[in-house]
């Protein structure tokens, strides 16, 4: 392989005890290998349950990964499958964005990395994460085999850029595959640029299927030393190029 991989978690369920049952094993096994996974935490999913997985948030971190954020923004509290509503107005991307910044505090993380539930990504979002001091953004995406354009609120980068306002800037991280993805037509793409990489992300609860996981295995096995914390990634590059 050219270039670094980076695995993401996209940790939706980590209150469901099936889910968080096949996560710490492979988050133990990660350690083991000396391989740091970032965990795109949304904590607002076992809020709604009400179950604290605070414990779980900081057994994940002790272990050595990385602890991000992940939202999605939802209108209230309608978050399951058939009910859910997306919400993207400025004062829900505010709130949700904040609830959730406070709420991986307050279990005693503080976020540096973000990506956003559905890749909804645009201006608010990224102001906000300047406001609350976030330092990347991996809610952009490489571009599929498919012809794709920007929308309002989606972004499709082939290389990584700076998003700046007059209060700061945050460096924007193309995500470009997913495992499956990355089986199919992945393994051979990689961001452009200075810094060649590739961005691989799977949902928590996927590990519930053996199919995912033996993806998983199969991809950290192919992978091997070319594996690299994305906190790292993000630290090898400069302001150079603004989206």
């Known amino acids: 392989m050219?270039?670094?991989?980076?695995?993401?978690?996209?940790?939706?369920?980590?209150?469901?005890?099936?889910?968080?049952?096949?996560?710490?094993r492979f988050a133990s096994r990660l350690t083991k290998s000396d391989i740091i996974a970032t965990f795109f935490i949304y904590p607002f999913r076992a809020q709604v349950a009400g179950i604290d997985i605070t414990s779980r948030v900081q057994t994940v971190a002790a272990l050595g990964h990385e602890i991000a954020q992940h939202t999605h923004f939802y209108a209230g509290t309608r978050i399951d499958s058939g009910e859910k509503v997306d919400d993207l107005s400025e004062n829900n991307i505010v709130q949700c964005l904040s609830r959730d910044f406070t709420t991986l505090e307050r279990i005693g993380v503080r976020p540096r990395g973000f990506s956003a539930g559905g890749w909804l990504v645009n201006r608010t979002v990224c102001d906000t994460?300047?406001?609350l001091g976030f330092g990347y953004d991996c809610s952009a995406q490489f571009p599929k085999p498919k012809k794709l354009v920007n929308s309002a609120n989606n972004f499709w980068l082939r290389s990584p850029g700076y998003y700046s306002n007059s209060r700061g800037q945050i460096l924007c991280l193309p995500t470009t595959c997913s495992l499956g993805e990355w089986f199919k037509w992945g393994w051979r793409v990689r961001t452009e640029g200075r810094l060649?990489?590739?961005?691989?992300?799977?949902?928590?609860?996927?590990?519930l299927s053996l199919r995912h996981r033996l993806m998983l295995s199969c991809l950290l096995k192919m992978s091997g030393r070319s594996t690299k914390p994305l906190a790292n990634i993000a630290g090898e590059f400069r302001f150079e190029e603004v989206i």
Do not use: C, S, T
Not at 2 to 24: C, N, Q, S, T
Not at 196 to 207: E, K
């Open 2 to 24: 050219v270039g670094p991989i980076a695995i993401a978690f996209h940790a939706e369920k980590l209150h469901d005890d099936r889910v968080w049952k096949h996560m710490y």
């Open 196 to 207: 060649p990489y590739q961005l691989v992300y799977l949902h928590d609860y996927d590990l």
């Open 129 to 131: 994460l300047i406001n």
